[in-house]
């Protein structure tokens, strides 16, 4: 027999001032409470999502915090980036939640909450590391043709400048993750007060952290997090 989802129990004052109570579905009633999940990998849909959340919600209730839950592997820069941008801007203040894995991306958002009220659990484990990126080579040439191929080819003007755009867009893509990599190390260095030397040492390599050892590292501000549905 399959378990039903079940629902909560919401509170809500009516026109006429008096406190009623309904209940409904389980994630209305943790927006209700301004708690939000990341527990995949940060793609595009999960940054419509939470972006989404963050300023709508903060439309409704500009002093309500928020709470958000992260356990995620991570994901791609430029999907993380728009939620780490948004948690800066929106007026409540976002508490992050790290259990579980918050690794790359997800170690991003984790660090991006707001000052002194970032915390993870006991078990959680955090790793960070630099953004990469894997390059592979879509030309056909092999080292088998002939001289004659080799020198049809270099003389053809089509496939010249077909090398040298794939030349041009790897120039472009190196430029861009260094670019970003740069941002990543700024944004690190910020938060955690480290100096730009280590952040970009430690980002050179992937560095797992316990939650203790985020903690000390500047990630997080506290441990072993209680939540408290009733504030």
Partial sequence: MPLGIPKGLFSFMDPDGETNSSWTEIQNFLYEKRIL????????KVTCEITGLLLCLSNEDEYKDFTLFINSAGGKTRDALPIYDTMQVVAPAVRTVGIGVAASMGALILLGGEMGKRT???NCRIKIHSPARAFYTTDS?????SDTDKKKKEKDPKKKKEQNRSVEDFSDAVGEMLRLREELVKIYAKRTQKPISVIEKDLARDLFMSSEEAKEYGIIDTLHYKFDFKK
Wanted: charged fraction near 40%; proline fraction near 12%; glycine fraction near 0%.
């Fill in 37 to 44: 999940l990341i527990f995949e990998e940060i793609k595009p």
């Fill in 120 to 122: 993870a659990s006991p």
């Fill in 141 to 145: 040439d092999s080292d088998s043709d």
